[in-house]
DNA sequence: GTTGATACAGAAGTAAATGCTGCATTTTAG
DNA sequence: CTAAAATGCAGCATTTACTTCTGTATCAAC
């Protein structure tokens, strides 16, 4: 009785109010309100309940890579030496202990973690690849680099 | 002249702007005037600035992909036939065009495209795959389907 | 030393958020 | 089918926040 998502249903307004802040996430509960066709008291009634019910997990401004001197990307597949039961334990904690990794992704199929990479230049990427072929337990990486982004949604995790 | 990020310079209270607002972007401009130890007129005018400037992209709610019945991600490789180079174009208009793809890359190395996809369930999984593969170029895909996300980054994108 | 530019705090007017009350529509029970 | 209860909404009033303006301090250039 954990978890095993409510029985709870999103009507067309809601679901409009998630689409709106998922743009739109700094917009005022009246604005937000005249999108909805909707006042401002029940408006902000439903946008609590979604986050209390965890449909919204929280808010955040999206920030230029670039800008920020972090316009490379790149994925490693990694593969572990499964000889000990430990080694996802001791590969995950060191890892996310890596600020250049953006994400990292436990798959099934041929390899066993994939990890996005966050990087300042390609000088940044061999220091990272170094840290990361060090860590216990990994028998081989491969890396593609991104060229282009060619998609990229927002506001979902995973 | 098109990019090569300007020679400006963030200073201490411009970065812990950026990281609070990515955190919680959804405060009020006195609340975060208050965490960045402002007053509210400097703060805004901080913000608006570095919304200009292209360090802040935009604002976003963070919804829960689980609650949204979006549960399962997973990543595809595609390998194209490079006979012409139309089919680059191709594949592109056609992948952003499918909303199960949340991210699409094209990467150097092995194969063309990095996919990442979010279903609800390996039913829709099939029906996506099935019209990947028919997309005009397409010569052969390998899917990895995410078992448990490891680490997950926000506020950055690509 | 003077000028100019930048960044800040404080105050005033405006706008938004919050909580309350009442009404309408829908549900449930009888 | 009727009556009671519950839900969802709009409107209003109070509190709070936002926005713009003005004045002041700091720093750099000349």
Redesign the interface.
């Known amino acids: 009785m954990t978890q095993t998502?409510k029985p709870r249903t999103l009507d067309r307004i809601d679901r409009t109010i998630?689409d709106t802040?998922?743009?739109?996430?700094?917009i005022s509960n009246v604005e937000l309100a005249k999108r909805v066709n909707l006042s401002a008291s029940p408006c902000i009634d439903r946008v609590r309940k979604l986050e209390q019910?965890?449909?919204?997990?929280?808010?955040?401004?999206?920030?230029?890579?670039?800008?920020?001197?972090?316009?490379t990307?790149a994925?490693i597949q990694v593969t572990l030496d499964r000889t000990t039961g430990a080694v996802f334990d001791q590969f995950?904690d060191a890892?996310?202990n890596i600020p250049e990794?953006?994400?990292?992704?436990?798959?099934?199929?041929?390899?066993d973690?994939?990890l996005k990479l966050?990087l300042s230049s390609m000088e940044a990427y061999r220091a990272v690849l170094g840290r990361i072929v060090d860590l216990p337990g990994v028998l081989q990486t491969?890396?593609?680099?991104?060229?282009?982004?060619?998609?990229?949604?927002?506001?979902?995790?995973?």
């Open positions: 998502d998630l802040l998922q743009k739109d996430g700094r019910d965890g449909f919204i997990e929280g808010y955040g401004a999206k920030l230029s890579a670039s800008k920020l001197g972090l316009g990307a994925f995950r890892v996310v990794v953006a994400e990292c992704h436990m798959v099934a199929g041929g390899f973690y994939l966050r491969h890396t593609y680099v991104v060229i282009e982004k060619v998609k990229q949604d927002s506001g979902l995790p995973v």
